[in-house]
């Protein structure tokens, strides 16, 4: 199996972070963390015109003139198993060549994505939302993996976009993923806009929710997981920007994802 760790964007100096703000057309937003009072900021990865993420401490708003009210989040890596299968679909249990549905815990997800354009926030419609990641067992779909030992080309589960709406939403039912060697739990995102922007990132779960969902079938015929979110690389990466709030919804989970792009 190929490791998706390699990194996203760059972390600029105090310096930079100034230089960038003032310059017209740069890609950058501001966020806020809370953790500390020293900024640091991340910019757009140069194979992506979508803005990276930036966060400062509560001191350092002051320093910054248009702080947008819409969330921002940290670009990550898109790993090696995205595939534009181009499936227009909302439920991406499926297979579609068989109608066969992924087994695991359902889980409707909502993004809101929203455009940040002068400091300001507002519904970015017309945006692709793509959404893929493994089932229960740790497989993703029309790939060969030879490490982890299976071959589903051909196959399309847990995989699809969709549009948003006027309202920057797009839906998505799926199922709470399996894990495989070198990774913790997590689904992929893709976000491309009318323009051709392009947002990559990963979304992460709570630790001690997965240990309850992994010991349920099929989740546990895997095995106990080898890898916790503290352990990942990629998740330190400034994951805990992109963990899920999961509540519980019938006999699964329900989660809405607020994230903010600059396209402007």
């Known amino acids: ?60 708003v002051a320093t910054f003139a248009a702080v947008p009210s819409c969330v921002v989040r940290p670009e990550q890596t898109e790993g090696p198993y995205f595939v534009d299968e181009m499936l227009n679909r909302s439920d991406i249990r499926t297979d579609p060549s068989t109608g066969a549905a992924s087994e695991g815990v359902p889980v409707a997800l909502i993004f809101n994505v929203s455009e940040v354009v002068g400091g300001d926030c507002t519904s970015l419609a017309g945006a692709t939302v793509d959404v893929w990641h493994c089932d229960a067992l740790g497989v993703y779909s029309d790939v060969t993996d030879t490490a982890e030992g299976f071959d589903t080309t051909g196959q399309k589960f847990l995989r699809g976009y969709q549009l948003t709406d006027v309202n920057g939403q797009a839906a998505f039912t799926t199922i709470y993923p399996g894990w ?85």
Do not use: W
């Not at 100096?13 to 017209?24: D, N, W």
């Not at 976000?191 to 079938?217: C, K, M, P, W």
């Open 1 to 60: 199996m190929q490791n998706d760790d390699s990194s996203v964007g760059r972390l600029l100096s105090r310096r930079e972070v100034l230089a960038l703000f003032g310059a017209a057309g740069a890609a950058l937003i501001v966020g806020c963390s809370g953790d500390d009072d020293s900024p640091t900021v991340r910019a757009a990865s140069p194979t992506s015109g979508a803005a990276g993420v930036a966060t400062a401490g509560p001191s350092a």
């Open 180 to 264: 495989y060697q070198g990774r913790t739990v997590h689904i992929h995102f893709k976000i491309r806009t009318q323009d051709g922007l392009e947002f990559t990132s990963q979304l992460y779960f709570d630790d001690d929710l997965t240990d309850e969902v992994h010991a349920l079938s099929p989740y546990a015929q895997k095995g106990v997981r080898t890898l916790r979110n503290d352990g990942d690389g990629i998740f330190g990466q400034d994951g805990e920007q992109l963990l899920l709030a999961l509540t519980p919804s019938g006999e699964g989970y329900a989660a809405t994802f607020d994230i903010g792009l600059q396209t402007g």
